[in-house]
């Protein structure tokens, strides 16, 4: 299964952003696929997850709800959409995706895009 990011880019404070992951290859294996982002010198942090029936998993943070994870399973696609970004929110994005894990632990992804980056300018 390979994963590509788009949609990433330079954005002011308060803008948006709708990034895309689309998944090819052996993609009838995947159920889950998610968002992290890494922001330099800092841990890998989850954003949200969605399987393949809807079932959606947001972290605690939930972004204070300015994230939105949706997928179109059609087209092996999974979306982050980004509200009211602010400079905080700067950070490499990362999709993962896994045949059945959809936690929020990192490590437990099989599959790995390789990062769309996301500044915000204040």
């Known amino acids: 299964v390979q994963l590509q990011a788009s949609g990433g880019g330079l954005v002011q404070a308060g803008g948006i952003l709708r990034l895309s992951c689309r998944a090819s290859g052996r993609t009838g294996s995947i159920d889950a696929m998610g968002w992290f982002r890494q922001a330099p010198g800092k841990d890998r942090v989850f954003i949200a997850s969605i399987t393949r029936s809807g079932s959606r998993t947001y972290s605690a943070d939930t972004m204070n709800g300015r994230f939105t994870i949706t997928r179109d399973s059609a087209k092996n696609t999974v979306y982050l959409q980004m509200n009211s970004l602010k400079p905080e929110d700067t950070a490499t994005y990362y999709c993962?995706?896994?045949?059945?894990?959809?936690?929020?632990?990192?490590?437990?992804?099989?599959?790995w895009g390789q990062g769309t980056l996301v500044t915000v300018s204040s």
């Open positions: 993962a995706a896994d045949p059945d894990y959809s936690g929020s632990d990192w490590g437990k992804y099989d599959y």
